[in-house]
């Protein structure tokens, strides 16, 4: 997605006179949001690069780009969207984060207890999970419980996402 989104923006912006400072700029805006902001996943970081290279590009055409050019690029980088979301032969991982009270399951010689657990209290099967803030205080830890709908027991599956009580 990358590639793509860098090639239209190259191509088209080719004929735009650009300043130094306008690149400087460019990186100090993706520093920002990259340094600054709570971490986000590499999917959301696609999704706001591929937001600002059709704000930069759009706000960037001048006579030397053509209404027709724009639109081409523009319905080419929305579909190649859809293209890798929807329809690419891959999984979808949905995610749920949870307070988790067994605190001496979070250590890596348990992780099949953990997840053994996970599967037993929440009734969906666990495909992975990170580790976020521990309290050792209140002996919890902030999970993020990752899972494949496509996997699920739908009966079990739907009873699980309908018990939000630990959110």
């Not at 399951?105 to 207890?113: G, M």
């Not at 709908?149 to 739907?158: A, I, K, P, S, T």
Request: hydrophobic fraction near 50%; charged fraction near 25%.
């Amino acid at each position: 997605m990358f590639n793509f989104l860098i090639f239209f923006l190259c191509i088209l912006m080719n004929n735009v006179k650009l300043s130094m400072g306008f690149g400087f700029g460019l990186f100090a805006i993706f520093s920002i949001i990259r340094y600054r902001t709570e971490q986000l996943e590499v999917k959301d970081m696609t999704y706001l690069f591929a937001a600002i290279c059709l704000a930069v590009i759009n706000a960037l055409a001048g006579k030397k780009i053509s209404l027709a050019e724009l639109l081409f690029t523009n319905g080419m980088i929305l579909l190649l969207v859809f293209v890798l979301e929807q329809v690419w032969l891959t999984r979808h991982e949905a995610m749920r984060q949870l307070i988790y009270e067994r605190i001496e399951l979070i250590k890596p010689a348990n992780r099949e207890a953990l997840y053994a657990d996970l599967r037993d209290r929440l009734g969906i099967r666990v495909s992975r999970v990170e580790i976020g803030r521990i309290d050792l205080l209140r002996d919890t830890a902030m999970l993020r419980v990752f899972y494949f709908e496509d996997e699920q027991d739908h009966e079990n599956f739907r009873e699980a996402i309908r018990d939000d009580g630990d959110d």
